[in-house]
């Protein structure tokens, strides 16, 4: 079956930055588009990047210019690096499926959480 392992996350103060990990295995990689979202409490997960099967990225305004997703379809990994982190990008985020096909419901791990606070 189908398994996304997100690593990367952890405490960082405001301005800071992290590079978030997602492993896939079960699937073929490199036909989907990969998407990361974000779950803040109280709030509904939503998309922030995604990366299509040729490499072209999508970005949520709210991160556009300090987010930047990549892929490995090597290492079936699709990597989100975070600069100039603000307190309101505290969330678990999470790596799915994106693009036409959005999220599967059955593929969602575990996620990772990203605190940004002094």
């Known amino acids: 079956q189908v398994q996304l392992v997100e690593s990367g996350g952890g405490l960082v103060q405001p301005g800071g930055s992290l590079r978030l990990s997602c492993a896939a295995s079960?699937?073929?990689?490199?036909?989907?588009?990969w998407g990361w979202y974000r779950q803040a409490p109280g709030n509904k997960r939503e998309l922030v990047a995604a990366?299509?099967?040729?490499?072209?990225?999508t970005y949520a305004d709210s991160v556009k210019g300090r987010f930047t997703i990549s892929r490995d379809n090597s290492k079936t990994t699709v990597y989100l690096q975070m600069i100039s982190l603000q307190p309101t990008d505290t969330a678990v985020y999470y790596c799915?499926?994106?693009?036409?096909?959005?999220?599967?419901?059955?593929?969602w791990g575990q996620g990772t959480q990203v605190t940004v606070s002094s």
């Open positions: 799915n499926t994106a693009g036409r096909i959005g999220p599967n419901d059955g593929y």
């Open positions: 079960g699937i073929i990689f490199r036909f989907y588009t």
């Open positions: 990366i299509t099967s040729s490499g072209s990225t």
